[in-house]
């Protein structure tokens, strides 16, 4: 939505490589959480954030709410990263999410 | 990862039709959310629910959707009369207490309305 731009929209890595997702957000949000869509549709949970960095694996997330932005780091491309991913954030006191447009992160041998 | 159990995996209606699917939130979740996501990857918020009661809906569900939670069944959202346009993949997430929580989603229904 025009809340949340994400970026790139597509990207392409090789097997072993690594590169970043960013969201920028037009209002204050308090907590973003950031997804992986497979094929299939299913939208799998990578992080929630209130703030700060979390990793998880090859993966890194962080939040900036004063600056209003919020990156996903992947490192050591794998083939099974192949996806959609979202990052999605919670505005004021709603409990919906708005969600960005969507990253199509393609990895290849 | 995700228990949020949706059903049926696939749904196939006429225009004109009902289009019912279901969804059991994970257990101990009491807030379950909607989401319908198009083919061009834009998901659009639908309703929610705390236990049984509707949070917050757009307009379009209160006109043309039919949704609830009761206690002890799964919760449903039922288009009332399916159009061209409803066709997406309709998701349904699930969230500890708290409006600003981790959201859980199932793996969708994907409706076609031909």
């Known amino acids: 939505g025009d809340q949340v731009e994400q970026s790139p929209s597509a990207l392409s890595l090789h097997e072993g490589t690594g590169s970043a997702l960013r969201c920028n957000f037009t209002t204050t949000m308090r907590a973003v959480q950031w997804f992986q869509q497979n094929s299939r549709g299913s939208l799998i949970n990578l992080f929630y954030l209130a703030s700060g960095t979390k990793e998880n694996g090859r993966l890194k997330s962080t939040f900036n709410s004063k600056e209003s932005y919020s990156t996903l780091h992947i490192r050591d491309a794998q083939l099974e990263d192949s996806g959609t991913y979202f990052c999605a954030a919670h505005q004021g006191g709603s409990a919906k999410l708005i969600f960005g447009e969507g990253t199509k992160l393609t990895v290849s041998s | 990862n995700s228990k949020v159990i949706q059903t049926p995996r696939y749904l196939v209606k006429g225009q004109g039709q009902k289009a019912k699917m279901r969804c059991i939130p994970e257990?101990?979740?009491?807030?379950v959310f909607w989401y319908q996501q198009n083919k061009n990857n834009e998901f659009k918020f639908l309703i929610n629910f705390q236990n049984q009661e509707v949070l917050q809906q757009i307009d379009m569900t209160e006109k043309r959707f039919s949704a609830e939670c009761p206690s002890n069944s799964p919760c449903s959202l039922e288009i009332q009369s399916s159009e061209a346009g409803d066709s997406a993949l309709y998701l349904c997430a699930s969230s500890p207490q708290g409006v600003q929580n981790t959201l859980y989603f199932g793996a969708g229904t994907r409706l076609s309305v031909l």
């Open positions: 257990k101990g979740h009491p807030v």
